[in-house]
């Protein structure tokens, strides 16, 4: 198990250096000055110029990429070209930020998902089967910012129950984890059902049912289990697409995370922040996609990794 | 439910196959169920009567839609940063709400009678929030931070008129010669040559004075000598201020100021209705519905923006070097009809660039909209056929719309305009570059001069990066510019003023559009603010909330 994490680990570096050349070429193709953005309305050609050196900008690209590839070796992200920060204690600040609202949103999709699409397998056109199917077509076919402002309208303006927006408190946390994982929870509840009708119908399953276990315990134990892989699968993608930022739940709720972040480098062509967050992103994308593949042998023990 | 269903439900996802019709059909139902719940849930309790005053006693502002920049005033290149440099430092010189210019760090001033020295004679006992006393040295260091390369701050014009600034700047002059102190409290400041609105340009962010050192977190945890000291700034959250006990002009009404940082809009508007914060933007879009329902509880605060919008008429490209298709843009588009469709009437149509709020600004020069005198002078100018231009906007609301109505009104005259929409700082740089035929802008003040727009927007001088998109070039304009700013009377500095924006405004440089109105809503419970022309015109030190013992 160990050697295969070592082999995985060592296989995502030309991943991440193929992200690294693309991100940094992208953006010089890009239209749009860093420096432009920097000096405001109104300059002069010499403050510009200045700049433009300070910032190594006229160098040749390959030197930049050199100087760029070079500093991300040794840990160093450079330092933003607008505030002059370092990216990375500015990537630091945020992450655990959208970390918390990316586990949040998550468990919430595990835990209402799965349940939703047990329940709903259990009784094939029922009334729990209709309700996560209603569920599951308002959370895929509603964009985000939609249910974002909607949540905030009923339960923060009308209601006041919840803070329409911030970060901090627990009761922050609640609605735009809610607006994240609507469209995780539609999914999973789906999955779910599909996978477990599969089981449930299997031949395990009446064998079990046969030698008299308890339908609970047929449910849980042998269905759910042989069902879960697909399941984990959509958590892990999910997982890696919400902690890679959020961009429009983490507006629409004032949330400071990555999402945020990125939006605002590219705005002000903050080229160091842009791609030191993207290169950050792929570095958290790679790993929970590696944690997600040792789930699914911890979920099935026919998976097996072989070195 | 009022303020926030403007956004469509854009219900259009596509349909989840997996399940066959029937399901489909109860999925539809279930939805709407649930759609139907929503709406009632909020709709029953929608009325609501006004709301008691917060308990707290923190001024809570949500104008800010973006992190600053940085709390640097050498940095404050952008709206948040301006504002919040304006609370935590002084200059020597400030603007008031109205856009005056009052004395600040400094007392008062004389200017030699060549208009090319100043005597700054700075007040006494003023000490930054570590307690350490504010001297003459401090002022010099400060504007050498602000022009210092190494500082990237970018922004340095301001202090370029200072004898020597410039060389410093460039890296060509080890101090700024144009800068003397003469004694602790005496700070003596030669120009190139005579500004007289030069003291206008102290009152800017850039200019404020910082403490002897200045760690390099200096953005980061500023110490001023402003009426708030810096507490916390939780990025892309909040930034924390607590009031100045000993400012020198007498400490703030409340305890505290936090400026949020909300990026949407409407998310704003929400925290508002929840009582939670309590000054808010009002979006051009929003206008007529805070302006016409009587069921809010906000008071609306407006005050006449500093601010032009506009649209560059590249005057050195194809068929815009000719000043009568340039006069025929102005008269083919109705601004009025405009303004009140799509700026919710916010402003004034403008007739040159000077705001009418500033001296020198005329409310009654017009291009009066004439479809066939347009007509008229395009064919007279040989392009009976029309002509094909590139119109470029930023994305912001509400450029792209704007663009759009401009392409309609063109399109009857027989300007056929091709709509190019960029990100902003990309179509800004496309303009700069002189790559575009008309580039749809705005202009705000940096200082409350018609000095600040006559000059950057049109002045040869300028062109390209300096502001000039228009590239317009006009050695008569030029002429007057260049001498009322030399000019140290009032009265004929502002004729020259107005004569040069009626030169220009004749060989139509640009699209005249309108001049912006600054609309906030302010909670009922806020007493003392007012609404500022200039960014960084309202310190916040009268601001205070009224409780009014119903408190939450």
């Known amino acids: ?307 | 439910m009022p303020q926030l269903l403007g956004v469509s439900p854009a219900s259009s996802g596509r349909p989840w196959s997996r399940g066959g019709a029937s399901l489909t059909r109860d999925a539809v139902l279930s939805s709407l169920i649930a759609v139907a719940a929503f709406a009632l849930a909020s709709g029953t309790l929608a009325c609501r009567g006004g709301d008691p005053s917060p308990a707290r006693r923190t001024i809570i502002d949500s104008r800010d839609n973006y992190d600053p920049r940085s709390l640097d005033p050498a940095k404050s290149t952008d709206v948040p940063t301006g504002r919040a440099v304006g609370y935590l430092f002084d200059g020597l010189t400030r603007f008031t709400p109205d856009a005056r210019l009052v004395p600040a760090l400094a007392t008062r001033w004389e200017m030699s009678a060549d208009g090319r020295t100043y005597t700054f004679h700075l007040r006494a006992g003023v000490t930054f929030h570590d307690g350490k006393p504010f001297v003459a040295r401090q002022v010099v260091r400060s504007f050498q931070r602000a022009l210092d390369p190494k500082e990237r701050g970018g922004r340095g014009w301001p202090l370029y008129p200072i004898a020597g600034a410039k060389a410093f700047a460039d890296g060509r002059a080890e101090t700024i010669a144009g800068l003397t102190v003469r004694d602790e409290s005496t700070l003596v400041v030669v120009l190139d040559e005579a500004f007289p609105i030069f003291p206008k340009l102290l009152a800017m962010p850039v200019a404020a004075v910082v403490p002897d050192s200045t760690p390099a977190d200096f953005g980061e945890h500023p110490i001023g000598t402003g009426p708030w000291r810096f507490v916390e700034w939780k990025h892309d959250d909040y930034v924390k201020f607590a009031r100045n006990e000993k400012y020198w002009g007498g400490a703030a009404a409340s305890d505290s100021l936090v400026a949020r940082v909300i990026a949407e809009p409407s998310t704003a508007v929400a925290e508002f209705e929840s009582g939670n914060v309590d000054i808010l933007y009002i979006p051009e879009s929003d206008t007529r519905r805070w302006e016409n329902t009587d069921e809010r509880s906000a008071t609306l605060a407006s005050a006449p923006g500093l601010r032009l919008w506009y649209m560059a008429i590249n005057t050195t490209r194809g068929p815009l070097k000719d000043v009568r298709v340039r006069q025929a843009i102005n008269y083919a588009v109705d601004t009025r009809t405009i303004l009140d469709q799509l700026i919710g009437g916010r402003g004034n149509v403008a007739g040159g660039v000077i705001p009418p709020a500033l001296e020198g600004g005329d409310s009654t020069r017009r291009y009066a909209y004439d479809t066939t005198k347009a007509k008229q002078l395009l064919a007279d100018a040989g392009f009976a056929k029309g002509i094909d231009v590139d119109l470029w906007t930023g994305q912001t609301p509400p450029f792209p719309r704007l663009a759009e109505a401009i392409q309609s009104y063109l399109a009857k005259v027989g300007v056929r305009a091709k709509i190019v929409q960029r990100e902003s700082a990309a179509m800004r740089e496309a303009a700069r570059k002189g790559e575009t035929d008309l580039a749809l802008k705005d202009w705000f003040a940096d200082y409350p001069d018609a000095e600040n727009f006559l000059y950057p927007l049109l002045h040869s001088a300028n062109k390209g990066v300096g502001g000039n998109v228009s590239f317009y070039q006009s050695p008569a304009f030029d002429k007057l510019v260049d001498a009322a700013r030399r000019e140290p009377d009032d009265a004929k500095r502002i004729l020259l003023y107005h004569e040069a924006d009626a030169y220009a405004f004749n060989e139509a440089p640009m699209l005249y559009l309108f001049f912006y109105r600054d609309l906030d809503a302010v909670q009922p419970w806020i007493r003392g603010f007012q609404l500022p022309s200039i960014l960084n015109g309202q310190d916040m030190r009268g601001v205070s909330i009224e409780h009014n013992g119903a408190g939450r």
């Open chain 1, 1 to 307: 198990m160990l050697r295969v994490l070592v082999r995985r680990l060592l296989l995502s570096i030309p991943t991440l250096a193929g992200v690294l050349v693309v991100v940094f070429l992208l953006l010089y193709v890009a239209p749009g000055d860093p420096v432009m953005a920097m000096v405001g309305e109104r300059a002069d050609p010499e403050t510009i110029a200045r700049l433009r050196t300070e910032l190594r900008l006229d160098d040749p690209l390959p030197v930049q990429f050199a100087h760029y590839a070079g500093g991300v070796l040794r840990g160093d992200l450079g330092r933003s070209y607008i505030t002059g920060r370092p990216i990375l204690s500015d990537l630091l600040e945020r992450f655990p930020k959208t970390l918390e609202l990316a586990g949040a949103a998550m468990l919430l999709a595990a835990i209402c998902g799965i349940t939703l699409g047990v329940l709903a397998a259990r009784r094939p056109g029922g009334w729990t089967d209709r309700l996560s199917l209603g569920i599951a077509y308002l959370g895929t076919s509603f964009p985000v910012y939609w249910i974002g402002l909607l949540l905030i309208l009923v339960f923060a303006v009308q209601l006041r129950w919840l803070p329409p927006s911030g970060f901090g408190r627990p009761q922050n946390l609640v609605l735009p984890a809610l607006a994240l994982g609507m469209r995780s929870i539609a999914f999973l509840a789906r999955m779910t059902r599909s996978a477990m009708l599969d089981a449930l119908g299997a031949d395990f399953t009446r064998t079990a049912r046969a030698k008299g276990v308890p339908e609970r315990l047929v449910v849980v134990r042998h269905a759910l289990r042989n069902a879960l892989i697909p399941v984990i699968t959509v958590l892990g993608l999910d997982f890696g697409a919400y902690l890679t930022g959020s961009i429009l739940t983490e507006t629409i709720f004032s949330w400071p995370g990555l999402g945020r972040y990125v939006v605002n480098a590219i705005a002000r062509r903050d080229l160091p922040g842009v791609q030191g967050a993207v290169l950050f992103m792929s570095v958290v994308f790679v790993l929970v996609n590696l944690v997600t593949d040792m789930g699914y042998a911890k979920a099935d023990p026919r998976v097996r990794y072989e070195t």
